[in-house]
Nanobody, 113 residues
């Protein structure tokens, strides 16, 4: 299983960013996919996940601002982030549990003016 995340970068407060994660080596359409993040000095936390049937779950801190979606044909999961604040600055990881937990390499999101 390989997860390749991309789309991070520097964005101003109030801005938007879209992260993507492309999966390989697994039956993507049957797998729950998740985004986590880890801010400096903090523990890694769940941001959002989406089941194979499309059911979504969000951390309270991102509800109403972030949207997770999946494209099974492209084996890709997206995280649309809006109204970003400096508190959203973190390395974002995509993840799946496929026999065991797999992690992508992480993509850095920096929210700063």
């Amino acid at each position: 299983v390989q997860l390749q995340a991309f789309g991070g970068g520097l964005v101003q407060p109030g801005g938007s960013l879209r992260l993507s994660c492309k999966a390989s080596g697994m039956v993507f359409s049957r797998s729950t996919m998740a985004w986590y993040r880890q801010a400096p000095g903090k523990q890694r936390e769940l941001v959002a996940n989406i089941t194979s049937s499309g059911t979504t779950n969000y951390a309270d801190s991102v509800k109403g601002r972030f949207t997770i979606s999946r494209d099974n044909a492209r084996r890709t999961v997206h995280l649309e982030m809006t109204s970003l604040s400096p508190e959203d600055t973190a390395v974002y990881y995509c993840s799946t549990n496929y026999g065991r937990t797999y992690w992508g390499q992480g993509t850095l999101v920096t929210v700063s003016s």
